[in-house]
T-cell receptor, first 115, second 112 residues
Framework: EAQVTQNPRYLITVTGKKLTVTCSQN?????MSWYRQDPGLGLRQIYY???????DKGDVPEGYKVSRKEKRNFPLILESPSPNQTSLYFC??????????????FGPGTRLTVL | GENVEQHPSTLSVQEGDSAVIKCTYS??????FPWYKQELGKRPQLIID?????GEKKDQRIAVTLNKTAKHFSLHITETQPEDSAVYFC???????????FGAGTRLFVKA
């Protein structure tokens, strides 16, 4: 089944404790992205990647890191989480077509709480 | 920086009526405008999209219009049904890259 998976789905942690949220897609998509969703603010792009070893900042990259060593995986790293990073996180992927990218397929989301 | 404004934030309609959600974008380089629907507790899913070389696109009860000059695009849902109740997000992007700006969302209630 074609899908985007994220782990963990729920995480409660404490300030300063490094964590990684994994994202994997099995659709051979070139594009991958991380978003955070907060009430009243919609989806805000954190980082995106257009291919292996190619990443770029989105609108809200501060406090986050990413890497794209393999086409299928795009982990999100919080080196020193803070309470303002409490949010619902979505990973998404998209196929590169002739006219650029198309539909984004979203993962199920990761609800992160930083105490 | 670039932004996408979406209105209204909440919309309540009677079943069978039409619903219209409007978005305005700021980046003139944007050329791809998708709309996503997010049901409660679920992930966003694409319902329709439009590219800048097209002024209107329709898929059954859903249509999207684009005015590039005014930097406006709108979602139209006709003959609304209770299952249309969800949060709808517009977005603007440039297909030369992958940077995507989403609107803040519209919560649509369809009353039976």
């Amino acid at each position: 089944e074609a899908q985007v998976t994220q782990n963990p789905r729920y995480l409660i942690t404490v300030t300063g404790k490094k964590l990684t949220v994994t994202c994997s897609q099995n659709m051979n998509h070139e594009y991958m992205s991380w978003y955070r969703q907060d009430p009243g603010l919609g989806l805000r792009q954190i980082y995106y990647s257009m291919n292996v070893e190619v990443t770029d900042k989105g609108d809200v990259p501060e406090g986050y890191k990413v890497s794209r060593k393999e086409k299928r995986n795009f982990p999100l790293i919080l080196e020193s989480p803070s309470p303002n990073q409490t949010s619902l996180y979505f990973c998404a992927s998209s196929l590169k077509g002739l006219a650029g990218y198309n539909e984004q397929f979203f993962g199920p989301g990761t609800r992160l709480t930083v105490l | 920086g670039e932004n996408v404004e979406q209105h209204p934030s909440t919309l309540s309609v009677q079943e069978g009526d039409s619903a219209v959600i409007k978005c305005t974008y700021s980046d003139s380089a944007s050329n791809y405008f998708p709309w996503y629907k997010q049901e409660l507790g679920k992930r966003p899913q694409l319902i329709i999209d439009i590219r800048s070389n097209v002024g209107e696109k329709k898929d059954q009860r859903i249509a999207v219009t684009l005015n590039k000059t005014a930097k406006h695009f709108s979602l139209h849902i006709t003959e609304t049904q209770p299952e249309d109740s969800a949060v709808y997000f517009c977005a603007a992007g440039n297909t030369g890259g992958f940077k995507t700006i989403f609107g803040a969302g519209t919560r649509l209630f369809v009353k039976a």
